[in-house]
């Protein structure tokens, strides 16, 4: 059986959302358990770096065995032990294996299946966002099960965001028509529960940022249309640390 060489995700994007999830779990538990952080995001990293095998494994070559290599086998074991620990020293954090299990489950399938590359990114980018109520519980939060809920949800609304900002560079039919409703529902969702107390007020300023990135490009589309993707990942990256440091200084 041949062993197929192990590829680190160049998804630039992927790796912001994941690294902003976590310091969003982080910045929403006082005090924070620095074990407990450190565990969930040592875990769901190696998780994220094991999405080439995955990849691999969904369209299986006869013969080769993607999860083979070191670098595959090291991962999966780091991310074994990591998670076991984590769960080992807060009980709670079991809680996010069973919307973890399915959301990865429903990923795999869309992707040997081909499906829509917008449906695909929002069950990726859920299963990425779910990393901050796993370090809230990580990290020794409090909070309800109903305000893990909401949390989870208002970080996959946010960074779902750049998934329409990405189409319309792309200059896929009705891009901006969606970005602009995707833009309204997620703002006002987002709204309401601040309004409800349902999150804290720092939530609502965070959602204003790509509300403006999208307002922005609506009146540079021309250009935005020409720029390189690499320069859209860094846009990303901007909007996630503009959203941080409002969580930062907004509580």
């Not at 006869?62 to 769960?87: D, E, K, Q, Y």
């Not at 319309?168 to 309204?184: D, F, T, V």
């Not at 859209?232 to 969580?247: N, R, S």
């Amino acid at each position: 059986m041949t062993t197929v060489r192990y590829r680190i995700p160049r998804e630039h994007g992927a790796y912001v959302v994941l690294i902003a999830s976590w310091v969003f779990g982080v910045l929403y538990t006082h005090p924070t358990d620095t074990a407990g952080s450190a565990l969930a995001l040592t875990s769901a990293l190696s998780i994220f770096l094991l999405q080439d095998p995955f990849k691999q494994f969904s369209r299986p070559k006869r013969g080769s065995n993607p999860f083979a290599s070191t670098a595959a086998l090291t991962l999966a074991l780091l991310g074994a032990v990591s998670g076991t620990a984590m769960i080992a020293r807060t009980p709670s954090v079991a809680m996010c294996v069973v919307p973890l299990t399915v959301i990865g489950a429903l990923y795999f399938v869309m992707l040997r299946n081909k499906r829509s590359a917008i449906a695909r990114s929002f069950v990726g980018f859920a299963g990425l966002t779910l990393l901050t109520p796993m370090t809230m519980l990580a990290s020794g939060s409090a909070a309800s099960l109903t305000a893990l809920f909401l949390v989870w949800i208002f970080a996959t609304l946010f960074f779902c965001t750049s998934i329409y900002c990405v189409a319309i560079r792309l200059s896929e039919s009705g891009a901006m028509r969606n970005a602009l409703l995707y833009h309204g529902i997620a703002f006002a969702i987002v709204s309401i529960l601040v309004r409800s107390q349902l999150l804290p007020i720092s939530a609502v300023w965070c959602m204003l940022v790509p509300l403006v990135r999208f307002v922005l490009i609506v009146f540079t589309r021309e250009r935005y249309t020409r720029l390189p993707i690499k320069y859209i990942g860094i846009q990303e990256t901007i909007v996630a640390l503009l959203a941080l440091g409002l969580t930062i200084v907004i509580r």
